[in-house]
């Protein structure tokens, strides 16, 4: 649930085509973040181009943007209406569930109006606090379970066996070991760090993979342990030289779309046709909520060798957060606390290696509930969320 953004209600009005939107995901991801890390002024260099990029959306918000809407789409303005709605509905209280950024809604929900709160189911939790207090902070512990998961992907691949997961036989038609995949995989990226593939051909045309774009990829499908298998056949194929597969995966995000101006729709406004791209409210949202980022490009650039060592994927994460370099707008009402709740009943559930919500910040925000009113329940398990 976010607030009334875009489909839901004014739109921001940054751009006037969806499409434009799309073209500056897609130079970000023509662009890539700097892996693998050559450091020194080239890499620098690098990361102030990825981050211009970033700000044109920026500068386009400035310029052409609902300003009001834009300061208005913060997490307190959906307490304030979730607060309504329970109000309009004649309710004795809020029962809810939710997942990922969800958790912090529900989180700042419950510590803003706990009497307001019957039930409340919180997976894939984030840590609140840090989302709302230091966005770069909240980057480094959102990622700190990213390496079990990556191990996990890796082990139950070789559990599997070469019938299901096609990284599991060695050259030689040997069952793989952990380590030998890990290394190979390794080798992999090291390979296309010094030299991209070639593409000839594909659904999406020809084109070149550097080792970014595997990076990006396999991040990616770390949410979600169903497309492991298919991860598996992709990267087996890429190790062969063939990327026929994995190009269309980072390259189709502009494929085949035709401009489409917003007043040609009744609605007036972006319809979000380009999936899991156009996100209107997801810059509003998450840097509007916390301090603005005054980072310097060199900030920047160590930001992402900081999150390499943390992470086996930890730079595609850092995109996320670096997104807020220069956002203009802060939220017009923020919450910062406290975080402690002492009545409603409140689960929080976690799985065992979520790659970007680990268990320490569902440990940290039960812990803030009470032994009263909150519990925790964690599953072994894989991917964001349970």
């Known amino acids: 649930m976010v607030r009334a953004v875009n489909l839901a209600g004014p739109p921001t009005a940054c751009h006037d085509t969806e499409y434009k939107f799309a073209q500056r995901a897609y130079q970000l991801s023509l662009q890539g973040v700097p892996f693998p890390h050559v450091g020194g002024a080239g890499e620098t260099a690098h990361v ?46 809020l029962n809810y569930l939710g997942y990922s950024y969800g958790t912090i809604i529900g989180a700042t929900f419950a510590a803003m109006q706990p009497n307001l709160v019957k039930w409340m189911v919180l997976d894939g939790v984030s840590d609140a606090e840090a989302y709302f207090s230091d966005t770069v902070e909240w980057g480094r512990r959102g990622a700190q379970a990213t390496p079990k998961t990556y191990a996990g992907f890796i082990s139950t691949c070789i559990d599997a066996g070469p019938t299901q997961c096609a990284l599991a036989a060695t050259k030689d038609n040997k069952t793989e070991t952990v380590q030998g995949l890990t290394k190979c995989l390794d080798a992999l990226y090291e390979k296309l760090g010094k030299e991209p593939l070639v593409v000839g051909d594909s659904s999406t045309g020809p084109g070149i ?26 990267l087996a194929a890429l190790e062969q ?3 026929r597969e994995l190009y269309p ?16 729709n009744v609605f007036n406004r972006s319809m979000q046709k380009i999936d899991g791209v156009t996100r209107e409210a997801m810059y509003p949202i998450i840097c509007g909520n916390a301090p603005q980022m005054n980072i310097t490009v060199e900030e920047y650039a160590d930001y992402f060798r900081e999150m390499g060592k943390i992470s086996p994927m930890g730079e595609q994460w850092v995109v996320l957060m670096g997104g807020c370099r220069g956002w203009p707008f802060r939220a017009t009402e923020r919450y910062t606390g406290p975080w402690t709740v002492e009545k409603g009943l409140n689960k929080t559930s976690s799985l065992g290696a979520d790659p970007v919500a680990p268990l320490a ?6 812990r803030g509930f009470g032994s009263k009113s909150g519990s925790l329940l964690i599953q072994q398990g894989f991917g964001h969320p349970s």
């Not at 995966?249 to 040609?264: D, K, M, R, W």
């Open 48 to 93: 102030a181009k990825l981050s211009a990029i970033q700000s044109s959306h920026h500068a386009a918000c400035a310029e052409n943007g609902n300003q009001g809407m834009l300061r208005n789409s913060g997490t307190v303005a959906v307490i304030k209406d979730m607060e309504r709605i329970v109000e309009a509905l004649g309710e004795d209280g």
């Open 209 to 234: 993979i550097k080792a970014q774009n595997m990076q990006a990829v396999v991040f990616s499908a770390m949410y979600s342990p169903q497309l492991w298998s298919l991860l598996a056949e992709t």
């Open 241 to 243: 030289g063939d990327g």
């Open 249 to 264: 995966a980072f390259n189709s995000l502009v494929y085949g779309v035709v401009p489409e101006p917003y007043n040609q």
């Open 361 to 366: 910040s569902a440990v940290k925000m039960s």
